[in-house]
């Protein structure tokens, strides 16, 4: 609620930033549009690492069993339903997206202060939203930070296996008895160390949460091939053949293919792979996502190549050539067949993004889940950071050597990921019971672990 306001702020000195006052005064609007963009970024970051959480919060079900009238026995499990809210809830940040086919027109007519003045317009509503369903929410109480408790256990653990030698470093923080130190059952009754204010269940909670933040450190090199989609990809679509579409325009088609897409996923090809009993576990579905958001920028670095055979003006940015009137002198070839990326970035965004979301909810204690993920899309600023860091060689000459580097790196970093975490996807429902507590009579005694 606070940060939607902070938020609404960055939006207003956004479009007085191009009001034409202010383009009257370049230092000024430049100055006013950085100011925009930290202050929505300032807001932003707040509200998506606490809107996700609160989002699945709402649903409140729990692992149980049901009969069928068939007679067959079933066990509803809240991982599919939660896997079904991200991507629904992934649906609706999308919807919002398609507001900017509207933006791309109203900039190229009437100029960009009244095509942000159009999405300021709506953010005002947000406010008097939360505060209408305020009572009808599920609302998790507010609980101190736990961050310094977790970095004692953490701390604790980590004292005994420190060497010289980093190999053996790695070796022993990767052994399973890495967490006993921290454990309360570790030691004799009476003899427990003062500095253990925690119970075997935290213990086990920072055990998944040190998990889920590993799985989304790989994240940066996947969020670098979607960043194409926002810049790269728009300048290639200017080098085409028009016939009066905005090249703006083209960025429409990721949210639009995802919002096509989901419902596919979600009441199809989801449903076909459970019920042929193929359990296409987060690992595996994040690890399609690298693999689709590469062949992404395959397509981008062939399409580049075609454009720069084609372009009059070659290799020497397409974008920018024009004839002798100053008239644009695209490449022939129809805009359009740009599509193929975004769609295929949106498919890998299904693939990896949501399930980001859906492992960063279901994988946090609940006294970390916004903290989680918050984490989890700090990867996206440290890949814009990665992307800063490329600016000498992202160029418009170099755009095909440039997604085909991408497309290398999202395939072998997407690879390392799968055969480093791939020992998760058999620990999926162990994982997800810690903290749960008791699964109404779903637990096998002889282990102590759900029985799924």
Known sequence: MIFSLVCLAGHIILVGSASPSSLAHPDTALGLLILSIAVMGLGAGAIKANVSPMIAEQYTGKLRKETLPSGEVVIRSPAVTIQSIYLWFYAAINLGSCGAISASFLARDHGYWKAFLVPTGIFVMVPFVLLSGRKQYVVTPPRGSVLLEVLRVITMCMAPKWSINPVRTIKACRADDFWDPAKPSSYEPGKVPKKITWDEEFVGEVYRTVKACAVFCFFPFFWLCYSQIDGNLGTMAAAMTLNGTPNDLIQNLNPISIIVMIPIFDYIIYPFLRRRGINFTPIKRIYAGFLVAGLAMLYAA????????????????????????????????????????????????????????????????????????????????????????????????????????????????????????RKLDKMEAQLNAIGTGARDGFVDDSEKKPTV
């Open 302 to 421: 062939i399409l580049q190549k075609f454009i720069y055979d084609t372009s009059p003006c070659h290799d020497l940015n397409p974008s920018e050539c024009v004839k002798a009137n100053k008239d644009p002198n695209p490449a022939p070839i129809n805009v359009w067949v740009v599509s193929g990326p975004y769609i295929l970035v949106g498919m890998a965004e299904i693939f990896a993004s949501i399930t980001s979301l859906e492992y960063a909810f279901t994988k946090a204690p609940k006294s970390m889940k916004s903290v989680v993920m918050a984490f989890s899309q700090f990867q996206t600023a440290l890949s814009s950071a990665l992307n800063f860091a490329l600016v000498a060689v992202n160029v418009e000459p170099r755009f095909t050597w440039l997604f085909g580097s991408f497309a290398v790196t999202a395939w072998v970093i997407g690879t390392i990921f799968f055969f480093v975490f």
